[in-house]
């Protein structure tokens, strides 16, 4: 049974779609880049607004250089799927 958290599956070389959840909100605007994401304000929840970015990425290095602009952005990170290869 695989565990929530188990990378072992995971294959970062090859190209998957990726949904990744931020808090704050974000514009769209900031898509190019982003890698082209496709980016969505979310409501207001219980921690405050959030934005939704879902978009394929070619690999492990493209999901790195999103995930530290996100960081740059000082947007905190709350959640990254892979939601297909």
């Not at 514009?27 to 219980?46: D, K, Q, V």
């Amino acid at each position: 049974m695989k565990k929530r958290g188990d990378s072992s599956n995971a294959q970062f070389g090859a190209a998957a779609t990726y949904r990744i959840r931020v808090r704050g909100v974000l514009s769209p605007e900031w898509s190019n880049r982003l890698a082209g994401m496709t980016i969505t304000a979310g409501g207001g929840e219980e921690s405050g607004p959030s934005t939704l970015l879902v978009g394929r990425l070619r690999d492990e290095a493209e999901l790195g250089g999103v995930l530290e602009s996100l960081c740059e952005l000082h947007l905190s990170i709350l959640n990254v799927e892979r939601i297909e290869s």
